[in-house]
């Protein structure tokens, strides 16, 4: 999302990556789909994914997606959500060498700028197919591999076991990216350590709590003022409208005001109440009766966003592509 893209980005986040695209969504100028090629100014580094299985319409997807202002673009090879994985994309290209090369060199040579990949480490529990298919990769054009060392089948559970993403910066000779759960800074340092990765993502960790990313980069653990919470809830919030628009939005929000609020910063019940409420009006109102300072941070936050947002949104690719 870009409302979570741009807060990583202010906290200090070196690159951030969208969340995957579909190739197919894209290739029917899918009006959702498209809706994630907005890109702000202040978002580069950028690396948009995108994810499908046939090589020819992955390459016109990654043409779209550098049009629309991608620094980068990554192809997802880790998703192991069923809906993507039987339309033989996501996860299942790890089993699939031969189409997983085809696709990352078909990707290479349709865009100029780099083109990376983030796998898991196989389909099964224990599968060490990322190891295989790493190099690979790199072969097929690859400039970086990030690696989420989990199965498909683990989903989120249990741990993500980096002894591997170690195993793979020994094989190739391009920046490997670790992922899995990074939750604070002495925890980036050990992997960076024991892997040799060149740099860690944060996902999870960050979710609700940008002041994570600080705490990583710089050690900074300071917990943020209620004032603070509130004011990057209540942009979140905004920014996340003008994306999805304030149907969407409304159930979209709620899990995130359990991640603002949780760990100790306000009372239980308060998120009860803000999830029974009905509208994101209401719901802003009872937050800054909660923290009434919090008006005064989040007009700073405001101001100190790039200006106006016609200026930072833009234009989505449809003029380019339409005639196809
Ligand atoms: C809600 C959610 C959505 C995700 N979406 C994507 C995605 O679109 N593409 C992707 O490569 N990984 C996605 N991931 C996986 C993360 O990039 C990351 O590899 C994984 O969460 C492990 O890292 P963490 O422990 O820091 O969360 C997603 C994870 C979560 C929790």
Redesign the pocket.
């Known amino acids: 999302m870009q409302a979570f893209r741009r807060q990583g980005r202010r906290y200090g986040a070196g690159l951030v990556?969208s969340?995957?695209v579909s190739c197919a969504g894209l290739e029917h100028r899918n009006e959702r789909t498209l809706g994630y090629l907005r890109v702000g100014r202040d978002e580069h580094p950028l690396a948009i994914?995108i994810f499908g299985s046939e090589p020819g319409v992955m390459a016109d997807a990654a043409r779209m997606v550098v049009a629309a202002g991608a620094d980068i673009v990554?192809i997802?090879f880790?998703?192991p959500v069923r809906k993507v994985t039987k339309t033989g994309a996501g996860a299942t290209l790890l089993d699939d060498p031969d189409r997983a090369s085809a696709i990352v060199g078909a990707v290479a040579d349709a865009v100029d700028v780099p083109v990376s990949v983030?796998m898991r480490r196989g389909l099964e529990n224990g599968s060490r197919a990322c190891l295989e298919l790493g190099p690979r990769l790199v072969e097929a054009g690859a400039s970086s591999l990030?690696l989420?060392p989990?199965s498909a089948k683990q989903m989120?559970t249990g741990e993500?076991d980096h002894s591997l993403t170690a195993e793979l910066v020994d094989l190739i000779d391009v920046p490997v990216i670790a992922?899995?759960?990074?939750?604070s800074r002495a925890r980036a340092q050990a992997i960076l350590a024991t892997t040799g990765a060149a740099a860690v993502?944060?996902?999870?960790?960050a979710?609700g709590n940008p002041w994570a990313l600080r705490e990583i980069l710089d050690g900074d653990d300071g917990e943020p003022s209620r004032e603070e919470v509130v004011a990057e809830l209540i942009l979140f919030m905004r920014e996340t409208v003008r994306e999805l628009g304030e149907r969407r939005s409304t159930g979209f929000l709620k899990k995130f005001y359990g991640w603002y609020l949780g760990r100790g910063r306000f009372p239980r019940p308060f998120k009860q109440e803000l999830v029974q409420l009905e509208t994101l009006d209401e719901v802003e109102t009872r937050l800054l009766a909660a923290a009434p300072g919090a008006a005064e941070v989040l007009e700073r936050l405001v101001a100190e966003l790039p200006d106006g947002e016609d200026d930072v949104v833009l234009d989505l690719p449809i003029s380019i592509y339409g005639g196809g």
């Open positions: 990556c969340e995957m994914q990554d997802n880790g998703c983030k990030t989420h989990r989120y993500a992922s899995g759960d990074v939750t993502m944060v996902g999870r960790a979710q």
